[in-house]
């Protein structure tokens, strides 16, 4: 079993569609969770941290729920710029050890 | 802003000889990271520093060295470049605790 396992896309939606991808982790000593996004032929950039009390950044939710050691990132009223492949990305303690998901791709179509 | 800096973005070199990439950032982070990324294998990383002459290797280190002489500068070398190491390179950094990684722009590398 993948350390992380992320949904294996691609997705394909429209423009304005809500869109979820989900991301689970098996190690119960993960300490710290966010989600990257990279275009195509560029690096990954942070797009935001996961905190334990769920957190908000515009039209992007991320959820982390510790006891059954899954995270969730909610992308609501689509862009065609949000077409790119989304990375969940887990710490281990002091940070030393960092898995990164296999990535799902997302196409937001007009 | 925290900027990672790559030496190349683009390099071509043949096979057999010494590469080297380099990677600078601006942060003052204890930890640097090099990784390769290739189609449907995803990140892999190569070897990773948490202090001056520091290294410790990743998942996949054989054919390449670091160096790290300076806090800022984390250098991959591959000893004998073969084309199986033709990739993506990326180089990332971050501080103490669990902070996420930041990475460079990313060398693509092809070994002819």
């Known amino acids: 079993r993948k350390e992380v396992e992320q949904d294996p896309g691609p997705f394909n939606v429209p423009e304005g569609a809500t869109v979820a991808f989900n991301c689970t982790y098996s190690?119960?000593?993960?300490?710290?969770f966010f989600w990257y996004r990279q275009d195509c032929r560029k690096e990954p950039k942070l797009l935001m941290s996961v905190y334990s009390s769920g957190n908000e950044d515009g039209r992007f939710t991320a959820q982390l729920n510790r006891a059954s050691q899954y995270i969730s990132l909610l992308i609501r009223d689509s862009k065609l710029s949000d077409s790119a492949t989304y990375l969940c990305?887990?710490?281990?303690?002091?940070?030393?050890?960092?898995?990164f998901g296999a990535g799902t791709r997302l196409f937001v179509k007009a | 802003d925290v900027k990672v800096t790559q030496s190349s973005r683009y390099l071509v070199k043949r096979t057999g000889e010494k590469v080297f990439l380099e990677c600078v950032q601006d942060m003052d982070h204890e930890n640097m990271f090099w990784y390769r990324q290739d189609p449907g294998l995803g990140l892999r990383l190569i070897y990773f520093s948490y202090d001056v002459k520091m290294k410790e290797k990743g998942d996949i280190p054989e054919g390449y060295s670091v160096s790290r002489e300076k806090k800022e500068r984390f250098s991959l070398i591959l000893e004998s470049a073969s084309t199986n190491q033709t990739s993506m390179y990326l180089c990332?950094?971050?501080?103490?605790?669990?902070?996420?990684?930041?990475f460079g722009d990313g060398t693509r590398l092809s070994i002819l």
């Open positions: 990305v887990v710490n281990m303690t002091g940070g030393f050890k960092t898995i």
């Open positions: 190690n119960s000593a993960s300490q710290s």
């Open positions: 990332a950094s971050t501080g103490t605790g669990n902070q996420p990684q930041h």
